[in-house]
């Protein structure tokens, strides 16, 4: 039943600074306490068995990443974080608005993530550490279709990492005056349905 406070073109105002505390930085997956990582539940709700659904090479690859997290994770060598991890990881970022654009500015590394409104298409042959970013509004949810990654961030410090097909779709909803409840859906297809490459 909560409604935002409106912005200048009436659009929901999600405009200040925000901060997630949670566990999600660390691994979306159901884990255990390790160095460095603090043991938390899973954050994947599709597919249900809260793990996130590799191919079995994918699944050795972040077994590897997670045995070599300190050396590898390009976190830790304050390079970008990609996305959805820009939103989860424990530094806060400031949401500044306008009909045109929406930018996510980080704490961490001055990161700055432009959400164009205006602008659906994406480049489709360059790739962004925190990829291309096309925002909508449904109601008073930001829906961000974001693609046009590299492979060279993860998703927490567990080592779950995407390849340069992976989109995402993120969503942002106020409900109430400190709070909002931030989802994120990644898909990546299966090689037979990629384009070949150039």
């Not at 935002?4 to 255990?32: C, F, M, S």
């Amino acid at each position: 039943g909560y409604t935002a406070p409106r912005a200048g073109d009436g659009k929901a105002d999600i405009q200040g600074i925000w901060q997630v505390w949670n566990t999600a930085a660390y691994n979306l997956e159901e884990h255990n306490a390790a160095t460095g990582i603090h043991a938390g539940k899973s954050f994947v709700v599709d597919p249900a068995d809260g793990m996130i659904p590799y191919t079995p090479a994918g699944r050795q690859q972040q077994l590897k990443n997670f045995d070599k997290r300190e050396e590898l994770d390009t976190m830790g060598k304050c390079y970008m974080t990609g996305v959805p991890r820009f939103t989860y990881i424990h530094f806060p970022f400031q949401i500044f608005q306008t009909s045109k654009y929406i930018q996510f500015i980080s704490e961490f590394a001055h990161m700055v993530r432009t959400i164009y409104m205006e602008k659906q298409t994406h480049f489709g042959d360059l790739e962004f550490w925190n990829g291309d970013s096309r925002g909508r509004w449904e109601g008073d949810t930001l829906v961000v279709d974001v693609a046009d990654f590299n492979d060279q961030t993860w998703f927490d410090a567990s080592g779950n990492h995407n390849s340069t097909d992976l989109t995402v779709v993120d969503r942002s909803t106020p409900t109430g005056p400190a709070g909002a409840k931030y989802a994120a859906t990644g898909t990546t297809p299966p090689p037979s349905h990629r384009p070949p490459p150039a």
